[in-house]
């Protein structure tokens, strides 16, 4: 067992949380420890062809070898680029604050 190490698995569709303690490999990489978790199998909705992945907030690569205490996160689409409602937010408070001078 010596070269085998302690890493998680996490996902949310916005409804529900996975979290998934695994040991795996010292060499496996993301995208074995991904298919490893039976994730793919509970959520339909993950498509790593599209999807990004990382450990503990940083993106990375699908072929990246995984390290003990890993957390492999994989990523939701974004629905909404935040800059732009960030700038959309901005001009209406701008908007907003011209109107009560």
Do not use: F, H
């Not at 067992?1 to 949380?17: L, P, S």
């Not at 003990?68 to 939701?76: H, K, L, S």
């Amino acid at each position: 067992m010596a070269n085998q190490v302690a890493v998680e698995v996490v996902y949310t569709n916005g409804y529900q949380q996975w979290i998934i303690p695994l040991q795996v490999a010292n060499d496996s990489t993301l995208a074995c420890v991904i298919q490893q978790s039976g994730i793919l199998a509970l959520c339909s909705d993950i498509d790593l062809a599209k999807q990004r992945v990382g450990v503990y907030g940083c993106q990375r690569s699908l072929t990246d070898q995984v390290q003990a205490g890993d957390r492999i996160e994989i990523y939701r689409p974004l629905i909404a680029d935040p800059r732009e409602i960030r700038r959309q937010r901005a001009a209406q408070q701008a908007s907003t604050a011209i109107k009560g001078q």
